[in-house]
Nanobody, 121 residues
Framework: QVQLVESGGGLVQPGGSLRLSCAAS????????MNWYRQAPGKERELVAT???????NYADSVKGRFNISRDNAKKMVYLQMNSLKPEDTAVYYCNVRARPSIGPRYFDYWGQGTQVTVSS
């Protein structure tokens, strides 16, 4: 089974920065896309940033120019550097990966437990 553990959330003032980390563990033959989602109270979960296995990235319009997603394939980790944070960035942030847990061809989606990010003065 693949496990994902996020860390790095917390309380930060507007304009501040946080770096989220997500570590994947378990039996993993390969990882395809790695993503960060977020869910604010009363809102649907939304895709924040994506990074493919070859390093191509994509961002939600609301975070472009402020957030940066990166990955370390050797360590099976994905990061989200968040700068110029705004109160509307407040949400639970979830790590999501598409991984192949066996020698077979199928990939599956796995989720972390989430980490709270609160932007407030």
């Amino acid at each position: 089974q693949v496990q994902l553990v996020e860390s790095g959330g917390g309380l930060v003032q507007p304009g501040g920065s946080l770096r989220l980390s997500c570590a994947a563990s378990g039996i993993i033959f390969s990882i395809n896309a790695m993503n960060w989602y977020r869910q604010a109270p009363g809102k649907e979960r939304e895709l924040v940033a994506t990074i493919t296995s070859v390093g191509s990235t994509n961002y939600a319009d609301s975070v472009k120019g402020r957030f940066n997603i990166s990955r370390d394939n050797a360590k099976k980790m994905v990061y989200l550097q968040m700068n110029s944070l705004k109160p509307e960035d407040t949400a639970v942030y979830y790590c999501n990966v598409r991984a192949r847990p066996s020698i077979g061809p199928r990939y599956f989606d796995y989720w972390g437990q989430g980490t709270q990010v609160t932007v407030s003065s």
